[in-house]
């Protein structure tokens, strides 16, 4: 797997999804998001700095739906942006919509298990 920069937003597309969310050995939070979405924009700050406050407890990443069909379609993602949470492979939670900052580090902490 390749590395990735601690603390630092990834970017996921249909041909890494495989590697980086479902081979990953760390809980992955796969942001679902495109250019043309207000909301999107609007968490980004957000996850960016929630990326750097898990470090290496959990990756957080992107993926624009519009180049990425595949898994947004895979994954049922109807509305933007769409939070999923992996473990293991697995999708364990989800978020749909812009949250606050403070509601995002505690719903994605318990849904990853980082407790």
């Keep these: 797997m ?13 041909d890494t999804f495989t590697e980086l969310v479902l081979a990953s050995d760390r809980p992955v939070v796969v942001d679902f998001w495109a250019e ?5 924009k609007a ?3 957000s996850l960016a700095e929630l ?3 898990f470090g290496d407890r959990m990756v957080v ?4 739906s519009d180049e990425n069909p595949t898994a947004t379609r ?3 993602v109807m509305s ?7 473990r293991r492979g697995e999708v364990v939670g989800s978020t749909v919509g812009s949250r606050p900052k403070s509601y995002l580090r505690q719903t994605l902490t318990a849904q990853a298990q980082l407790l």
């Design 80 to 86: 933007l942006p769409t939070l999923l949470v992996f």
């Design 74 to 76: 895979n994954y049922g």
């Design 51 to 53: 990326a750097q406050e």
């Design 2 to 14: 390749p590395q990735t920069e601690i603390g630092s937003l990834v970017t996921v597309t249909d």
């Design 36 to 40: 043309w979405c207000p909301p999107c």
């Design 61 to 64: 990443a992107k993926l624009n």
């Design 43 to 45: 968490i980004e700050k």
